[in-house]
């Protein structure tokens, strides 16, 4: 990283500061920035567009670029080359010779990818940023380079323009970070906002209408790509700002746009779709840019020359993911032939589907597709009285089917053409998958036209889920042995021809910036042979559990990871434990609780970092709203009541309103009563070790969860104010940092049941099914540790050894509930010297001393150890020499005369 005052590179030399041809405003904010990188040097443009390029900015500000003519440079001169936000020769004109040169250093500072041909230099600042000029502020900032309030706008301008006013998918903390210190360095956001976010003139809306009016929509393997053509006589400037402006009105995801003016023709594309790289497009173009943005310049053709390249470009580059074996839903959901219809509806209304293929498999062999059955016939049947007659004998037998590599067009005619719902994909007569009409309409009309409407079912929605590369956040957040952990899980998987998948918090935690600790790993397939042949090659131990498909992985250094088969729940009755079957990765994805928990990270090789996303999460997390999945979900577990209320206080979101109908819906069917009480009992112990959980006890009572645990718990102003006695307590303890564990929920839960008598608490804890010690602190305990606060607020004054021998055959979370409890003040005193000074007073003295001293064992040891221990707890006594004094005086009225006795050492 260079110097912020940069010397020239040799004696006599000439540094040249230059960018790329149809400069932005990224560009020439980066070139003012290198301008106070190196004073000395000279800016240029490399073409002519520079009189077209001052247009905006206000004319008194183009004194600070220090700019000249390319014409006016002895290019003979120059010894080092100073290139901004490209390194990319083909957009540098007249300069791409002198970059050639071997006398002349190149210093490189870019955000945009790596590509092919790209210039190397002595100097390279190049990194994914959402701007170049977040680069050069980074330098400034940590040179102490000081700027004017002028420039830092202009810096914030090109910083702006180029994140999309920090909504791009490129934009990085690094670019907020950079922004932060222009405005602290006095850049005007107003000058800013002005110039982005300006208002079309006559002649802009005239362009605008043209390009809308010549706009085409082509279908190119799957994916819709727009693409229009204009022609001017003059040099349009904003013609990017144009293009971009086009795309949000017109909400296009692929959009690319060619414009004849003089002579050349300029083409600009943009992309929302993160599998259409529109800047590895334009490349083949001679142009550049991101996966998003990008721009190229032709010459010596005409429009129509022009666009036949690109879409030459776009057949030879786009990737068709719309093909049966990505649409598919997997496995699909059949019955034999031979299952009656009363069966057969069980299954669609467990499995929430309108239709089942029907199949029949010969002695020893593979199930074969044999027709399909829809909701309508088998409710149909059952209305007649049919309902133990075979499926086999009403099912629909010609049914058309397509192979794994079908394209859409395939799939709409087969389904249109033959009426179907449902299309199984086979390939060698075995079944793979099925797509539904549903799936096929969200594809043609697009997902995002698709969401918020009411009573959808998101198991259904569109079958390609949103995805992005996290690759880059996993490398930055995790440790690198964690980052290595999860490439060597994928990697297994892969040689096992199995798809890995790390899941639900691990991911949420990862995007909410949160500590990540439970590992959660999917497998497609057999998760737990995954985990034999895993555990062999790292050295871990291995756990299964058969019937549910999961394994746990112990390493040596004490971390666990769970394994599951991608499986499927379904639920027998309301708050039933749930029934699993293996399944596929969207399925088991969509059995979880809330949207926030159904995020997926692919682990394999090629597809590593690659964040799945078939529910919206996404979404969710960025509103800050806990969502369950689908309306039966507090039928099916009414426990996520309790879980719902726990992440959103955690992470400081809201309980979406429907979420929020349907616990008050639970509450009122009582849906709670088949719960056992065991799994009651564990989600509100989860709830209270929160950092904070009375605000989650409040919510409980606003939901009216709290008499779920027993009518007698109430959320009032005295619960509220013994919770909050327990936080300060707890607080205060954390703070001695003893080092000692204690379970801070039980404090907590003792403060929940304060008034229940001895008989209701005692009925609760055998409801929880808590074991004995638990138990026992929860009834014995807590009536013992009352009649202790009793006795000591009763007692004046309180000796210390009086605390301490009422005190200390108590648990700490007793003890820690009693202080928070205790009314008079100086009891609470007395509870916290004895943590802070008591607790841990031991005396040196000991029965071996006593038997030097002729003291026969017995009784009588037990008594004067204890003496002696209420002196130095009561601070009579603080050295050895003193408790042997008072041990020799507490004997003499026991001693039998038999001579001298030899001291104790």
Not at 268 to 289: F, K
Not at 373 to 381: C, D, G, L, N, P
Not at 802 to 828: D, I, N, Q, S
């Amino acid at each position: 990283m260079p110097e912020p005052i940069a010397p020239a590179a040799d004696e006599g030399g000439l540094t040249l500061i230059a960018t790329h041809i149809n400069a932005d405003f990224d560009a020439l904010a980066s070139l003012l920035a290198a301008r106070k990188l190196y004073p000395e040097g000279v800016v240029v443009f490399p073409g002519s567009q520079e009189k077209n390029l001052r247009t905006f900015f206000v004319s008194s500000l183009l004194y600070l670029f220090h700019i000249v003519e390319l014409s006016e440079v002895d290019l003979r001169r120059v010894r080092r080359l100073v290139l901004v936000d490209t390194r990319q020769p083909a957009r540098i004109g007249k300069l791409a010779a002198l970059a050639s040169r071997p006398d002349v250093e190149i210093h490189l500072y870019d955000h945009h990818p790596e590509a092919e041909g790209d210039l190397r230099g002595a100097v390279e600042v190049c990194a994914p940023v959402g701007a170049t000029v977040t680069l050069l502020v980074e330098i400034l900032r940590e040179s102490n380079v000081r700027l004017t309030a002028e420039e830092a706008t202009i810096l914030c301008l090109g910083l702006y323009e180029d994140t999309g006013s920090f909504t791009y998918p490129s934009t990085t903390p690094r670019d907020l970070a950079a922004a932060s210190w222009l405005l602290a360095c006095g850049a005007s956001l107003n000058v800013v906002s002005d110039l982005i976010a300006r208002e079309l003139n006559p002649e802009q809306v005239a362009i605008l209408n043209d390009m809308l009016q010549a706009a085409r929509r082509l279908h190119i393997n799957g994916i819709e790509v727009v693409v229009t053509g204009i022609q001017r006589e003059a040099y349009i400037p904003d013609f990017a700002f144009l293009v971009q402006k086009m795309a949000r009105m017109e909400n296009l995801e692929v959009f690319f746009a060619l414009a004849l003016m003089e002579s050349k023709i300029h083409v600009v594309g943009r992309s929302r779709r993160e599998d259409v790289d529109v800047g590895a497009i334009l490349s083949g173009l001679g142009g550049g840019g991101h996966a998003y943005a990008a721009a190229a310049t032709l010459k010596g053709m005409t429009l129509q020359q022009a666009e036949a390249r690109l879409l030459e470009r776009l057949h030879q580059t786009l990737q068709n993911r719309r093909l049966a074996g990505t649409l598919m839903s997997s496995p699909p959901i059949c019955v034999d032939a031979a299952v009656s219809c009363e069966e057969a509806n069980d299954t669609l209304t467990r499995y929430n589907v309108n239709a089942l293929l029907v199949t029949e498999t010969p002695p020893g062999g593979e199930p074969a597709l044999r027709g399909y059955i829809t909701r309508q016939v088998v409710e149909k049947a059952l209305h007649h009285g049919l309902g133990r007659v075979p499926v086999g004998e009403y099912m629909t037998s010609e049914v058309a089917a397509v192979g794994p590599e079908a394209d859409l067009q395939e799939i709409q005619k087969k389904i249109i053409d033959h009426k179907q719902r449902i299309l199984p994909v086979v390939e060698g007569g075995k079944i793979l998958g099925v797509i539904t009409r549903t799936d096929l309409l969200n594809v043609l009309v697009g997902r995002e036209r698709m969401e918020g409407g009411a009573g959808r079912d998101p198991l259904r929605e569109g079958a390609l889920p949103r995805t992005r590369n996290l690759a880059s956040l996993l490398a930055e957040r995790l440790p690198v042995r964690l980052l290595g952990l999860l490439q060597e899980i994928g990697a297994v998987a892969s040689e096992l021809g199995l798809a890995a998948y790390v899941v639900g918090g691990f991911v949420r935690d990862l995007l909410l910036q949160r500590e990540v600790e439970d590992i959660d790993i999917v497998i497609e397939g057999d998760g737990i042979a995954f985990a034999r042949r895993f555990a062999r090659q790292a050295g871990a131990r291995l756990h299964t559990h058969e019937r549910f498909g999961t394994a746990v992985l112990a390493f040596p250094d004490g971390r666990k990871i769970d394994v599951a088969s991608a499986r499927l729940e379904y639920y027998r009755f309301p708050a039933a434990l749930p029934t699993v079957e293996m399944s596929s990765i969207k399925l088991d994805l969509y059995r979880r609780d809330f949207t926030i928990n159904t995020l997926a990270l692919q682990l394999n090789p090629g597809r590593f970092g690659t964040l799945i996303d078939f529910f919206n999460a996404q979404k969710d997390i960025k509103e800050k709203t806990i969502r369950v999945l689908h309306n039966l979900s507090l039928v099916e577990d009414p426990t996520r009541a309790f879980r719902a209320i726990r992440f959103e206080q955690r992470f400081g979101f809201s309980i979406g309103r429907l979420t929020a109908g349907l616990i008050q819906n639970a509450v009122k069917m009582d849906f709670f009563r088949n719960l056992s009480g065991r799994r009651l009992f564990q989600e509100l112990k989860l709830l209270l070790e929160e950092d904070n959980p009375i605000a989650a006890v409040k919510r409980l009572g606003d939901f009216q969860l709290l008499p779920v645990l027993h009518p007698q718990i109430v959320f009032d102003r005295g619960l509220e104010h013994l919770l909050q006695a327990v936080r300060r307590v707890v607080g205060w303890y954390d703070l001695l940092f003893l080092g000692e564990f204690y379970m801070k929920w039980a404090v907590y839960f003792l403060a929940l049941i304060d008034r229940l008598d001895a008989a209701q608490a005692a009925e609760l804890c055998r409801r929880f099914e808590l074991p004995p010690r638990l138990e026992g602190l929860f009834t014995a305990g807590r009536e013992a540790g009352r009649r202790c606060l009793q006795e000591l607020g009763r007692r004046e004054p309180l000796e210390p050894s009086a605390v301490y021998r009422r005190l200390c055959g108590f648990r700490t979370e007793l003890v820690l509930f009693m202080m928070a409890a205790a009314g008079p003040e100086r009891v609470k005193k007395a509870i916290s010297h004895y943590f802070t000074h008591l607790r841990r007073t031991a005396i040196s003295v000991n029965g071996e001393d006593l038997k030097r001293l002729g003291l026969p064992p017995g009784p009588l040891y037990r008594r004067i150890l204890d003496a002696v221990l209420d002196a130095r707890l009561n601070g009579r006594v603080e050295t050895r020499e003193e408790e042997l004094a008072l041990v020799r005086e507490l004997l003499r009225p026991h001693a039998p005369d038999h001579g001298p006795r030899p001291e104790p050492a």
